[in-house]
C-alpha cells in the first residue's frame, strides 16, 4: 500500500511536466545523440576515418531492446555513454530504499535524475517487472535468439587516377575494380552470446583474382559467451578488452572532448566483442574473466599480423627484422601496400584483477607487447623518447570511489624503460541541476604504450599534461547548458612543433527544448595552440599561437510524426600570424520523411560551404545506412547533397539505398595522389541489405 501512495504522489508530483517529458519522439533524441558524439569524435580524433562501430552499435542496440532500469548493471547503464557513476549509483540507491520503480515516471524522482538526463536517456530505459534471470539453457539459444545478415555495397562513381592508372597497366595504380563490399552475419541471444563474422574489401583491392585469392582483405570472427560456468566472459576470435581509464589497457571505441561537459571518465567493459573491420584496434585470439566473490580475474592472449613499412629484410629468409611505423590504414590497393600487408606478427598478453565492492573498486592490470620485428624511429628530435624495440611491458592501478556526492577515479601507469602516466579525476552532483567534472593528467615524454587510448589531447598518451573542467547545468525547465575548458602542454617536442608548446580548448552549449516538437542548441567552441610558423627564411621556424573559433546553430523541428526538419549554420575562424586571416561557413537543410503506413523512411540534405581552405573545414554528421556512418569535412566552396531511402520489403528484409554528391565551384580536380579526381564533382552511391530472423521485439511507439 505504501509503495501505491509514493507513486501516487509521485505522479501527481510531476503531472504539469510529465506529458512534454514523457512524449518526445524517441527517435528524433537517439539521432540527436548520435550526431553530436560522433561529430565531436571527428572533429578532436587524430584518425582519418575513426571507427564508430561500437557505439552505433550499442544506442542502435538498446534504442531497440531498452533497458529495464529494475533489472540491470553498472556495465549495461555504462554502454549508453549518458550517464555519470553518481547517477547510475543513485537509481540502484533508490531502487534499495523504495522498491522497484513501478513506473517510467518515478525516474523523475531519483536524485540527479533532472529533466535534461531523463529527455536524453528515455529512449534507451523501460521499466518493466522483474524476471526471473535463470541460467541460460542451451534449448533456449536456438529458440529465442536472433540471426542478422548484412551485405553492403559502395562505389563512387567518378574515376580517380588510381582507377585511370589501372586501366592503362601501370603497376603503380589500383589493383583492383571501384567497388568495395562489406559482408557481415551475427547471431546473438540477449547480451549473453554473440556469434559471428566480418569482411570488408575497399575500393581499389582486388576480389578473388591476383594479390586477393581468397577475396575479402580483411575477415574476422568472433565467439563471445556471458556467464557460462565459472566465467563470467568468454570471447573466442576477435575481441576488445578495456580497462581502468585507458591508461595501461584499452582498444577499441574511446571518445576525448565531447561538448556534453561530464563524459570525462571511462566505463571499462572489460571484455567486448569485436564486430567492426578495422584492421587495427582490436585483439585476436583468447580472453576469459572469472568471478570469485567480489574479485574478478580477467587473462587474455592476442596473436595477430601486422602490417608495416620495412626497412631491413633478413638476405636468406625474407624475414623482416626492423619496420618504420605500422600501417593503420588496412587499405592494400596497390603494390607497394600490397607489401607492407601482414609483414610481421603482434603478440599481445596480459591480466587484470579487480576488487569491487558497492561503492569503491580497485584494479591493477599487467600487458606486454611483442612485435617479430623491432621498431626503428627516424633520429628527428620529437622521436627522442618515442617506443622503439620489438617489446614493451606495462603496468597500472585504477580505483573508483563514490562519497556522497563526489565520485572520484584515476589510474597511475608505468612502461617498461620506467616512464610513468597518471590521471585523476572528480565528478561532483552539486545539486540535481547542475554537476562539475575535474581532470589532471600527466603523460610523462618517457612513456610508452601502443594499448592505451585514455583522455587526452592527443591520441598518443604520452609528452602531455593538462587539467579539465566541465560542468553541466539545467538552470530552467526545458534548459540544458553544457561546456568545459581544458589546458594543456606539451614538455617535449611534437611533429611539426619544435619546441614544447601549450594550448586550449573550451566550449559552451546550450540546448533549448520548448516543446516535443523542437530542439534548439547554439554552440561556440575556441581553441588555441602552437605549431612552427611559416618562415622559408629561418633554418628553424619559431613556434606561433594558432586561435581557431567555431560557432553553431542547430534547429531540429518534428512537424509531424511523419516529417521532421533540421537546419544549421556553422561558421569558422582561424588566426595565425605568420598568415592572413581565414575563415569558413557551412549551412545545410535536412529533411526526414516516414509515409505511415508504407514502410518507406527517406532522408535528404542539401548543404552549401564556403572556405578558405582546408584548414578552414566544418564537420557535419550525415544519415547513412545502418552501422555506417558518413561524417565528411566541407572545404573549398560548393554545395553537397545526399539522398537516403530504407525500405522494409517484408518483415525482417531490409533494403537501404544511398547516393551522396560534393560538387567544388572553384575546382578543376578533386583530392591527390592516386585519389585524384579530374573534374569538380564526387559521387558515392551505397546499397545495404539487411535480413534479420528469429525473434525480434517490436519497438514500442510513443506519441
Known sequence: MRRVLHLIFSIMLVLLSA????????????????????EDISENSEQEEPDYTSLLEDLNYYYDNPINLNQTSVDELSKLYLLTEYQINALFSYIKKHGYLLSIYEIQLIPGWNESLIYTILPFVDVQPVKDQSKTKVANIFKYGKHEIVIRYTRIIEKSMGFIMNDSNDSKGYLGDPSQVFLRYRFTYKDRVSVGFVAKKDRGEEFFVGTQPYGFDFYGAHLY???????KKIAIGDYNIQFGQGLTLWTGFGYRRTAM???????????KPYTATNSTFFNRGMAAEMAIGPVSVTGFISFKPRSVTVIDLDSLTGDVLSFSSLDETGLHRTLSEVNKKNRIYELNTGANITFRRTKWNIGVTTSYTYYTASQKLSDAPYNLYRFQGSQIFNIGADYNLLLGKFYLFGELAFSGNGGYAFLQGVQAQISSNFAISLLLRNYAS?????????????????????????????????WTITGYV????????????????????????TIYVPNRQMEIYARIRRGSRQEN???????????????????????????????????????????????????????????????????????????????????TRLYAYENDVLYSFSVPAYYYQGMRFYLNFKYDIIPGLSLWFRIA?????????IGSGLDLIEGNMRTELKVQVRYRFGIYRKRRITS
Open 446 to 478: 618517457t612513456y610508452q604504450n601502443v594499448n592505451s587510448n585514455a583522455f587526452g589531447d592527443r591520441t598518443t598518451n604520452e609528452n602531455e599534461r593538462g587539467i579539465y573542467l566541465g560542468f553541466n547545468a539545467s538552470p530552467a525547465s526545458k
Open 19 to 38: 506529458g512534454a517529458l514523457f512524449s518526445q519522439s524517441h527517435e528524433l533524441i537517439k539521432e540527436n545523440i548520435i550526431e553530436r558524439f560522433i
Open 225 to 231: 559467451i556471458k556467464n557460462l560456468g565459472p566465467f
Open 661 to 669: 554528391q560534393s560538387y567544388f565551384a572553384n575546382r578543376e580536380t
Open 261 to 271: 561537459g561530464m563524459n570525462i571518465k571511462r566505463f571499462p567493459s572489460g571484455i
Open 486 to 509: 581544458d589546458v594543456f602542454q606539451f614538455p617535449w617536442l611534437r611533429y611539426n612543433v619544435n619546441a614544447p608548446s601549450w594550448g586550449y580548448e573550451c566550449s559552451l552549449q
Open 533 to 615: 610558423a611559416v618562415l622559408n627564411d629561418l633554418f628553424t621556424d619559431p613556434l606561433v599561437q594558432i586561435d581557431k573559433t567555431n560557432y553553431r546553430m542547430n534547429f531540429t523541428f518534428d512537424l509531424s510524426t511523419q516529417l521532421k526538419l533540421r537546419s544549421r549554420i556553422e561558421l569558422v575562424t582561424i588566426e595565425r600570424p605568420d598568415k592572413p586571416f581565414r575563415w569558413g561557413v557551412m549551412a545545410y537543410q535536412d529533411i526526414v520523411y516516414k509515409p505511415n503506413p508504407i514502410p518507406l523512411d527517406i532522408s535528404a540534405r542539401i548543404a552549401f560551404f564556403y572556405t578558405d581552405d582546408y584548414d
